[in-house]
C-alpha cells in the first residue's frame, strides 16, 4: 500500500511526541507508523533531511511498546544518531514523566571494554576478551559476575541504578570504574523498552546470540526502527563475507616459524605457492583480467591436496597451533582466524559469489574471497520474525528495490514518500547538459572542462562549495588543471584514499573553519566515500554542492554477479537494482549535504548530461522538477551569482 500525501486522512495521536509542534510530514509519518504498528506491518519510509525523522518514529513506537509490552530497536550506523536517539529519548521521559522509561544505548563489544588497550586488538578482541574471562584475569568480569554466572550484589546495585536514567554507553563506560560495562550493559537488555545499537546487532545472528541470548528477547517483540536504512543492504553483505589474502598467508608462514612448527609451516608454504600459480594459470585463462570465478570446492581442494589430508583433520591442526600462537602473543590470532575461514567458506548458502584476486604489481598479491550477494537471504528471516519494522532513509526509492533485495513481504509493506519541508526558494538545482563522464568521453578536454566549471561555482558562491567525483583517478585528473591555476587564493582540501579518522577529522575541522572566511575552499571529494554521506555540513560549511558525474559502482566481477543474480531473481531488473538504483541514490545522498535546515541556502550542480535523460531523471527527487539547465561555465556562473544576489 502506497500512501497518497495528498488523499490520506490524517489522524494522528503523537502522545509521545517531545516537542510542540508537528514539522511538516511528520502528522503523515506518525499516521503511517501508527497504521504500521496496528496491523504488524514492515514500514518504508523516504523522508527528506529535515522532516525529523527521529522524534516522530520514537514517539509513534514507544507509545506503543510501551503499552503491547515490546522492545523498540533504533538501529542507526552512526554515532551522532545515537546522540540524538538519547536526546529525543530523555525530552520524552522528562515531558511525558516516563519515570520508568529505560533506554540502553550499545555499542560495539570492543569500544565498551575497560582493559586498557584490549579495545585495539581488532579482529582479536573477542578472543582475548574469552580469555581473560574463562582464566579469571579480568577482574572488571569477575566484579559482574559470580562463579554462577549471576550479578553479583554490587554488580545489581549499579544495574539498578541505571535504569533511573537514560546515559549514552560512553557515560556507562565512564561509571563503570568496577564492572564489565558490555556485560552491564548486555542485563540492562531485558528491562530496556528500547535499544539504540547497530544493524549487526540484529542482523549478525551470532552477535544477536551474545548480546541477548541472556535477556530473553524474542524477536516476534521487537519493533525496528532502521535509521539510514539505504545502508542495510550493503552492511548485511559485509557481516556475511570473507576473505583471506596472500599476505595473511605469509604472516601465518611466520607464525609457524616463531611457534617451531616447520611441519605447517611447510604446508603453509606449499599452499601460497598452489594458490598462486592457479590465480596466474586463471588470469591468463581468463584475458589478463585481474578476478575470476572459482567455485567453492576449488579451494577446499587445494587445501587438501596441499595439506595430504582432509580439510576437517587440517582445521584442528591449524587451531591447535593457534592455541599456542595466542598463549604466546596476545596480539596474533592468525591461525584461528584461518580455521574460522575454513568453517565459514565450507558453509553452503545460496547468494554467494566465489572468487579470486591476482594482482601483479611490486609484488604478487592475490585474494580468495566468498562475497555475500543476496543480504536478502539472512534479511528474510529476521523482517519475517519481528513484530514489525520502520525502515527509513533519504534515499529509500525505488521501494520495490529494498523490498525485493532485503527479502521483505511485499504483501505486507507499506510505503511512504515525503516531500522536502525545506522551501524551494532556499535552493537551485543545476544540470550542465554540455558535457558526459562517460568513459568513451573521458579525456584531457573534458578534465579540463570540468576544472572550469569547479572554478566559476567557486567565484560565484559566496562561501565552500564541495565537489564529489566518481573516482579518486577521475578527481585527480580534474584537480590537475585547479592545482597548477596561476593565481590560486583559496584553499584546496583533497580527499585522499584509505584516510584515517583522524585525517578525515582534520579535513573536516578545515573545511568547517574556512567557511567563515573569504575566499573560502574547495573540499574535493570522492562519492560514496567519506564526505558524501554520514557527514553533516550545517549551516553556511558549504555553500555548493557539485556531483560529477554518474556515481556508478565499478564494474567488478562482483557487480556483474549481482546484476546477473538480481536479473535472474527479480524479472531482469538486475541492472537497475545493482548500478544504475545505487549509483542515483549516491547522487542524491551527495547533493543532500547542502542544505541541512530550513535557513539553509545552496546550490545542487550535476555535471552530466545524462541526468536529463528520463531514465535517470525520473530517479531523481520529483521536486528537483525544477532543475535549471546550462551549457557552459560561463552560464553556471552568471546563474550562481543571481541566485546568491537575491
Ligand atoms: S569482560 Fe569486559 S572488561 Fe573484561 S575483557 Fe571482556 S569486554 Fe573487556
Redesign the pocket.
Same mark, same amino acid.
Request: hydrophobic share 25%; with cysteine.
Given at each position: 500500500m502506497d500512501y497518497c500525501e495528498e488523499e490520506m486522512y490524517i489522524k494522528t495521536d503523537p502522545y509521545f511526541f517531545p516537542f510542540d509542534e508537528l514539522r511538516y510530514g511528520q502528522k503523515k509519518f506518525i499516521f503511517a507508523i501508527n497504521d504500521a504498528l496496528e496491523n504488524k506491518k514492515d514500514l518504508l519510509v523516504h523522508a527528506p533531511t529535515g522532516i525529523g525523522k527521529t522524534a516522530a518514529s520514537i514517539a509513534s513506537c514507544l507509545k506503543f511498546a510501551i503499552e503491547k509490552d515490546k522492545k523498540l530497536f533504533f538501529l542507526t550506523t552512526r554515532n551522532t544518531h545515537h546522540r540524538i536517539a538519547i536526546e529525543t529519548l530523555c525530552l520524552i521521559k522528562k515531558k511525558k514523566q516516563l519515570n520508568n522509561l529505560v533506554v540502553l544505548d550499545l555499542v560495539g563489544?570492543?569500544h565498551?571494554?575497560?582493559?586498557t588497550g584490549?579495545?585495539l586488538f581488532g579482529d582479536n578482541?573477542n578472543y582475548?576478551?574469552?580469555l581473560?574471562?574463562k582464566t579469571k584475569q !579480568?577482574?572488571?568480569?569477575k566484579n559482574?559476575y559470580n562463579n554462577m554466572h549471576e550479578l553479583t550484589q554490587d554488580a545489581k546495585i549499579f544495574t539498578n541504578k541505571l535504569l533511573e536514567n537514560i546515559y549514552s554507553s560512553q557515560e556507562v563506560k565512564e561509571m563503570c570504574n568496577a564492572f !564489565?560495562?558490555?556485560?552491564i550493559q548486555t542485563s540492562v537488555a531485558k528491562y530496556a523498552n528500547v535499544i539504540i545499537a547497530d544493524y549487526f546487532h540484529l542482523f549478525d545472528k551470532d552477535v544477536f546470540d551474545s548480546c541477548f541470548g541472556k535477556s530473553g528477547i524474542k524477536k516476534q517483540d521487537i519493533i525496528l526502527i532502521a535509521d539510514e536504512a539505504h545502508n542495510l543492504n550493503s552492511r548485511i553483505k559485509s557481516i556475511y563475507s570473507i576473505k583471506f589474502s596472500s599476505k595473511f598467508l605469509k604472516n601465518i608462514i611466520e607464525i609457524c616459524l616463531k611457534l617451531k612448527d616447520n611441519y605447517l609451516a611447510n604446508i603453509f608454504e606449499k599452499l601460497y605457492f598452489a594458490l598462486l600459480t592457479e590465480a596466474d594459470l586463471m588470469q591468463k585463462a581468463n584475458r589478463n583480467t585481474c578476478e575470476f570465478k572459482i567455485n567453492k570446492g576449488f579451494l577446499i581442494n587445494i587445501i587438501e591436496n596441499t595439506a595430504g589430508c582432509d580439510i576437517c583433520e587440517f582445521k584442528i591442526l591449524v587451531e591447535k597451533l593457534g592455541q599456542l600462537e595466542m598463549q604466546k602473543n596476545e596480539n596474533s590470532q592468525y591461525l584461528i582466524n584461518f580455521a574460522e575461514f575454513i568453517d565459514k567458506w565450507k558453509i553452503d548458502a545460496d547468494g554467494f559469489l566465489y572468487y579470486a584476486v591476482l594482482e601483479k604489481n611490486k609484488e604478487m598479491f592475490f585474494e580468495y574471497k566468498k562475497e555475500c550477494i543476496d543480504p536478502g537471504l539472512f534479511a528474510k528471516d529476521i523482517f519475517s520474525k519481528i513484530y514489525c519494522s520502520i525502515l527509513m532513509s533519504a534515499t529509500l526509492t525505488p521501494f520495490d528495490m529494498h523490498i525485493s533485495t532485503l527479502g521483505m513481504n511485499k504483501d505486507n509493506c507499506a510505503c511512504l514518500k515525503l516531500k522536502s519541508p525545506f522551501p524551494k526558494k532556499n535552493r537551485t538545482i543545476i544540470i550542465a547538459n554540455n558535457i558526459t563522464t562517460k568513459y568513451a568521453e573521458r579525456n584531457n578536454k573534458l578534465y579540463q572542462t570540468i576544472a572550469d566549471y569547479i572554478m566559476s561555482i567557486k567565484k560565484s558562491t559566496n562561501g565552500n562549495i564541495a565537489v564529489f567525483f566518481p573516482s579518486y583517478e577521475f578527481m585527480n585528473n580534474c584537480l590537475y588543471y585547479i592545482e597548477n591555476l596561476e593565481e590560486r587564493n583559496f584553499c584546496l582540501l583533497t580527499e585522499q584514499q584509505n584516510m584515517t579518522k583522524h585525517q578525515k577529522e582534520h579535513i573536516y575541522n578545515l573545511f568547517k573553519k574556512s567557511s567563515y572566511i573569504h575566499p573560502f575552499s574547495i573540499l574535493a571529494a570522492v562519492v560514496g566515500a567519506n564526505f558524501s554521506e554520514g557527514v553533516d555540513f550545517p549551516g553556511d560549511i558549504v555553500k555548493a554542492v557539485c556531483v560529477v558525474g554518474i556515481p556508478f559502482e565499478k564494474k567488478t566481477i562482483e557487480t556483474d554477479a549481482t546484476i546477473d543474480y538480481y536479473n535472474k531473481k527479480f524479472n531482469y531488473n538486475g541492472w537497475n537494482y545493482a548500478y544504475i538504483f545505487p549509483a542515483i541514490n549516491r547522487t542524491i545522498q551527495a547533493a543532500g549535504r547542502c542544505i541541512r535546515s530550513e535557513k539553509d541556502i545552496g546550490a545542487i550542480i550535476l555535471l552530466d548530461n545524462r541526468y536529463l535523460m528520463s531514465k535517470y531523471r525520473t530517479l531523481l527527487p520529483k521536486d528537483w522538477d525544477d532543475a535549471n539547465i546550462v551549457s557552459s561555465n560561463y552560464k553556471i556562473e552568471e546563474h550562481l551569482k543571481k541566485f546568491f544576489r537575491r
Open positions: 563489544k570492543k565498551l571494554c575497560k582493559q584490549l579495545g578482541f582475548h576478551c574469552s581473560l574471562k !579480568c577482574l572488571f568480569y559482574t !564489565c560495562p558490555y556485560e
